[in-house]
């Protein structure tokens, strides 16, 4: 009998959704790095991330990166809910995002990058 299996289409789901999850972190990730580093940099955008007097401009911060993640995310899994895409290239420019993003909120790099 030539008849397919009844599991034929089990564990065949696009992977595009999870791609989507990995890359809207790492975007979300950068971006908390790019405001954090903004609002070090600059006094008026260390003002304008002051959302919440008692914790400064990380209020800020902090909440705009949640927002781009989000945005992010909800993006790619509709652009990919039903696509396979390439999850290793995914993987290694999240990870180059990750990676950026922990720099320019770590203190001794920022300060490098600002001169001091």
Excluded: K
């Excluded at 299996?5 to 999850?21: H, K, Q």
């Excluded at 401009?57 to 909440?63: F, N, V």
């Excluded at 950026?100 to 920022?110: E, I, R």
Aim: aromatic share 12%.
């Amino acid at each position: 009998m030539d008849a397919a299996p009844e599991d034929e289409g089990v564990g065949l789901l696009p992977n595009g959704p999870g791609a989507a999850a990995i890359l809207g972190a790492a975007i979300g990730s950068l971006a908390l790095g790019v405001f954090s580093f903004a609002g070090d940099t600059w006094p008026g955008m260390r003002r304008a991330f002051i959302f919440w007097d008692p914790s400064g401009p990380l209020s800020g911060e902090s909440t705009l990166a949640v927002g781009v993640w989000l945005l992010a995310w909800g993006v790619l899994s509709l652009l990919w809910r039903s696509r396979n895409v390439r999850l290793a290239r995914i993987n290694r420019i999240s990870f180059a995002m990750l990676v950026a993003g922990f720099l320019l909120t770590f203190p001794p790099f920022v300060d490098m990058l600002q001169g001091q």
